[in-house]
């Protein structure tokens, strides 16, 4: 939990701000930016394993749960193509007349852009908040210690013994896990629906 929201959360921010300025703003690299951030997607996340796994044992950071976080919070391209998108769907009217009433990009970004992509925001968090809690590849490699263990290690522990592997306590384990996801999308059902339609085109 502690690391699927830590992810969640710092994801939520890095896509919400790279997204407006991608949607709202004018520099140099814009363009290329999002062509890279589309490249990206193409190759999937466990390719830069080894070389994410080099940089951390030799910067000691192997075993560190808040390492792991902070590399698993780049991961959020994907979130930022559709969020960009979302913006890119409310009237450019709203900024124009705040910025004639005064109000700096900051200003804008926290209240406007933001309560109107509420739903759009939610949903972020929820895709994040998943793929973290279901993740197994990158935590296997990275953390050691049973008390680091994630979810998905921890359920695997039910199944590689050295003598015999515990099928009745995996699935009882399984359902126990999925409890957290289920009380999520139950709190958060409202705004679901609203966000994955707006999602779903553009304007």
Known sequence: MILSVGVATIQLFLTA?????????KFAGRKNGLKTLLILQMFPTFMAL????????????????????????GSSAFSIWLLKGYIDSLPKE???????DGATHWQIFTKII????????????LFSFMG???EFILSSAVLKSPENYTIALGLQRFI???FSAHWTQFAAASVMASLPLVILFMVLQRYLQAGLAAGAVKG
């Open 160 to 162: 590689q013994n050295q």
């Open 114 to 125: 933001l309560p109107l992509a509420t739903p759009m925001l939610v949903v972020i968090f």
């Open 17 to 25: 701000t790279s997204a407006y300025a991608f949607s709202r703003m």
């Open 94 to 100: 709203l900024d124009e007349a705040a910025l004639v």
């Open 132 to 134: 973290v809690y279901s």
């Open 50 to 73: 080894p070389a994410i796994f080099g940089i951390m044992a030799k910067l000691n950071l192997l075993d560190n749960l808040y390492a792991l976080m902070l590399v698993m919070a």
